[in-house]
Nanobody, 116 residues
Framework: EVQLVESGGGLVQPGGSLRLSCATSGFTFDDYTMSWVRQAPGKGLEWVSTINLNGGRTYYEESMKGRFTISRDNAKNTLYLQMNSLKSEDTAVYYC?????????WGKGILVTVSS
């Protein structure tokens, strides 16, 4: 059974940092591109970032470039998202997903709240 479990969310002040993790199981992690997607309150899904199989290529939504860093540890089957300089508009539920254009498995999501 494929499982993706996010952790590391919570409440952070504007300008602060958080590191999200996504522990995976049930598939060969290093055979797949992985992504982060978010959904702000009352809004639709927004793609955040994608990383290729070996972590050598990363892609970001424009507003997150320079603030967010996606990475992966294939030995631990884990995906990460380091988020710095957080803004109130980054408040959302963050999901990790298997794949990029066709994300066939998703985690349940983790809430990140940026507020003073």
């Amino acid at each position: 059974e494929v499982q993706l479990v996010e952790s590391g969310g919570g409440l952070v002040q504007p300008g602060g940092s958080l590191r999200l993790s996504c522990a995976t199981s049930g598939f060969t992690f290093d055979d797949y591109t992985m992504s982060w997607v978010r959904q702000a309150p009352g809004k639709g899904l927004e793609w955040v970032s994608t990383i290729n199989l070996n972590g050598g290529r990363t892609y970001y939504e424009e507003s997150m470039k320079g603030r967010f860093t996606i990475s992966r540890d294939n030995a631990k089957n884990t995906l990460y998202l380091q988020m710095n300089s957080l803004k109130s508009e980054d408040t959302a539920v963050y999901y990790c997903a298997k794949g990029r254009y066709a994300m066939d498995y998703w985690g349940k999501g983790i809430l990140v709240t940026v507020s003073s």
